[in-house]
């Protein structure tokens, strides 16, 4: 009998592992981290309900932290397995595992030293070293045809449209004969996206696990090269800068190339670009190389130079050219991550920008519960940020333009290219609220569709 067990993005974003068990084996979709909450977060030291050693494979759908970054302390408790991912998923998690495991290491010595964690002594969950028998554990599988894993399964990967190398699979199972068909979209993608491919049509399924970030929201529809277009012009009029928290996979890039566009068209001043990001330039760099996720629009500038490559654009690697940005007076925009403000370089902008009604933030995608990027989009008139309280004076704005995940339209969308309703959906990877309201609306506007919300650590019959 075929199983599925929903160890994350049940109930939340973040997180994202479900369990496969038929004919005696295991196989993991995604292993994330939980974000956010310290009660989320706790899940990520607690044993998990199950002994990891005995998973045989795990396959990823794109290379996010809320998808892989519990691969180090799989590998560490004793899986011995391959890794599958996208060729590009696996580039990426090369650089975004071991900054994970970077940004632990230096928030629990900041915890330490700041007296901020009620631990003693502040552990990170991995170090930079663990990381590496994870990264030797990575294998490409290709984009296009199925990859047979062993008798029980067999994958197929197709575009997602949400950041670089990013998939749903198409799990086939067989056992004692019988063939069943499981989904998982992974992160659904934007249409008309500014870089990437628009999604792929799912094929027919029995089961389809479908993520529901935006499952209650819809994206502004003003195009997001105008929505920065009136923020800098109005931040540059005052004399301040622009403070952008954005992930370093996709959110920064795409932001430079809105950039690159409006300095091109004289939309926008020249200004200096500050991208103070080691891993976010790593990462443009791929996103340079990887023509084959470009939609025709970008593929077609690609060939008349680099899109990504604003006119003043400052690359900042190391901590000391980070620290001279403070020094920066006149107008000028710093893209630095992490994207929901929960950590990293961005923190040290944030303190330093926030208390100045002349600056301005940019809250560019989804900010989850508990991050600091969140309580600035709910109108925080301070924040605490490494053991101090910091004053609100700059104006802070939400561009949901830039948002890497569908939103519900974009869901339902994708769900309608389905040729028939699968026998059974679960909505995972969305907070509660976003989960109901699209469970409600799916049931309002396709026919036919049977929804289910799934419960952390449930496991479900997939041949039922
Ligand atoms: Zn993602």
């Keep these: 009998m075929a199983n599925l067990t929903f160890l994350g993005a049940a109930g939340t974003v973040t997180g994202s592992k479900y369990l496969v068990e038929a004919g005696g084996k295991r196989l993991l979709i995604d292993c994330g981290l939980f974000q956010g909450p310290r009660e989320l977060r706790q899940r990520n030291w607690d044993h998990q309900p199950l002994d990891v050693s005995t998973i045989d494979w795990v396959v990823l759908t794109h290379a996010h932290l809320d998808h892989t970054g519990w691969l180090p302390c799989l590998v560490r408790d004793g899986y011995r397995g391959p890794i599958f991912a996208d060729p590009a998923t696996i580039e990426l998690a090369n650089i975004l595992l071991p900054d994970s ?78 063939t069943t068909t499981v989904m998982f979209s992974g992160d659904i993608g934007r249409y008309n996206n500014l870089i990437l491919k628009d999604p792929t049509p799912p094929p027919n399924c029995d089961v389809l696990l479908c993520e529901s970030t935006y499952g209650d929201r819809d994206h502004p529809t003003d195009p997001p090269d105008q929505a920065i277009a009136d923020i800098v012009n109005r931040v540059v009029k005052r004399g301040g800068v622009i403070v952008i928290p954005a992930f370093a996979v996709d959110r920064t890039q795409s932001l430079m190339y809105v950039v690159r566009k409006l300095e091109d068209a004289g939309t926008i001043p020249k200004l200096p670009i500050y991208v103070d990001s080691p891993m976010a330039i790593n990462v443009s760099t791929f996103y340079r190389a990887h023509h084959e996720d470009y939609n025709q629009r970008f593929a077609a500038e690609a060939t008349h130079g680099d899109p ?110 389905m040729p028939a309703p699968p026998r059974t959906t679960y909505l995972t990877h969305g907070e509660p609220t976003a989960s109901q309201a699209l469970k409600t609306l799916i049931e309002s506007k396709m026919k036919g569709w049977k929804i289910a919300l799934p419960a952390y650590r449930q496991t479900v019959d997939l041949n039922s």
Excluded: C
């Excluded at 990264?135 to 990967?157: D, H, M, W, Y």
């Design 308 to 417: 990504l490559d604003a006119l003043s654009i400052h690359l900042t690697r190391s901590v000391q050219e980070s620290k001279q940005i403070n020094n920066v007076k006149s107008p000028a925009i710093i893209i630095s991550a992490s994207g929901m403000a929960s950590g990293g370089r961005v923190m040290h902008h944030l303190i330093q920008r926030l208390p100045d009604a002349r600056n301005a933030v940019i809250l560019a995608g989804f900010q989850a519960q508990g991050t600091t990027g969140r309580q600035l989009q709910d109108g925080a008139k301070s924040v605490r940020i490494i053991g101090q309280e910091v004053e609100v004076k700059a104006e802070v704005q939400s561009l949901g333009q830039f948002s890497a995940h569908g939103d519900r339209g974009e869901i339902l969308r994708w769900l309608g290219g």
């Design 101 to 178: 495991a970077h940004i632990m290491e230096e928030d629990a010595q900041s915890a330490a030293r700041h007296g901020t964690s009620r631990h003693n002594p502040v552990l990170p969950l991995y170090t930079h070293q663990q990381v590496a028998p994870t990264l030797a554990a990575l294998k490409p599988i290709p984009r296009e045809g199925a990859s047979t894993i062993s008798p029980q399964f067999t994958v197929r990967l197709r575009d997602a449209g949400h950041i670089l190398g990013s998939t749903n699979i198409e799990l086939t199972i067989t056992e004692n004969g019988r």
